[in-house]
C-alpha cells in the first residue's frame, strides 16, 4: 500500500484498514510458527503497511497536511532518455539513433560555447 492512497481514506476506514491488515499478520506468523509460510517477505510488509495507516491516522488526528510532491518535467524524463541512448550507442556504436545524434551535436555546441 502507498500513503497517498491511505492518506485519501476517512479515520474510520482506517481502522478498519488497521484491524485487516492486524488479523492477516497474525495469521502470517501462525502459518511461519507450523512451517506452511510460503513468503515470509509478506510478514515484514504487513507490519510495514501497519506502520504507515497508523501514521497516517495520527496525522489525521493532529489535522497534519501533507504536500504532495511535485511531478517531474517531461525534460528531465526525455534528457535521462537521451543519455541512456548515448551511453548505449557508446558502448555498440553500430546503432545509433536519431536521438543520441541530436544530443551529441548538443553536446558539441555546448563544448563549443564554454571553450570559446
Given at each position: 500500500?502507498?500513503?497517498s492512497?491511505i492518506?485519501e481514506?476517512?479515520i474510520?476506514?482506517?481502522?478498519?484498514?488497521i484491524?485487516e491488515?492486524?488479523k492477516?499478520l497474525?495469521?502470517?506468523?501462525?502459518?511461519k510458527?507450523?512451517?506452511?509460510l510460503?513468503n515470509?517477505m509478506?510478514?515484514?510488509?504487513?507490519k510495514?503497511?501497519i506502520a504507515?495507516?497508523?501514521t497516517v491516522?495520527r496525522e489525521?488526528?493532529?489535522?497534519?497536511k501533507i504536500?504532495?510532491?511535485a511531478k517531474?518535467?517531461?525534460?528531465?524524463r526525455?534528457?535521462k532518455?537521451?543519455?541512456?541512448a548515448v551511453?548505449?550507442t557508446?558502448?555498440n556504436?553500430?546503432?545509433?539513433?536519431?536521438?543520441?545524434?541530436?544530443?551529441?551535436v548538443?553536446?558539441?555546441?555546448?563544448?563549443e560555447?564554454?571553450?570559446?
Amino acid at each position: 500500500m502507498k500513503a497517498s492512497e491511505i492518506r485519501e481514506l476517512s479515520i474510520s476506514e482506517l481502522e478498519t484498514r488497521i484491524s485487516e491488515v492486524k488479523k492477516n499478520l497474525f495469521n502470517l506468523k501462525f502459518q511461519k510458527a507450523s512451517g506452511q509460510l510460503d513468503n515470509p517477505m509478506k510478514i515484514k510488509n504487513f507490519k510495514r503497511d501497519i506502520a504507515i495507516i497508523e501514521t497516517v491516522a495520527r496525522e489525521q488526528e493532529l489535522g497534519i497536511k501533507i504536500a504532495k510532491p511535485a511531478k517531474k518535467s517531461g525534460k528531465t524524463r526525455e534528457a535521462k532518455k537521451v543519455k541512456a541512448a548515448v551511453k548505449e550507442t557508446e558502448e555498440n556504436p553500430k546503432q545509433e539513433s536519431e536521438k543520441v545524434k541530436a544530443a551529441k551535436v548538443k553536446k558539441t555546441a555546448k563544448k563549443e560555447k564554454i571553450q570559446e
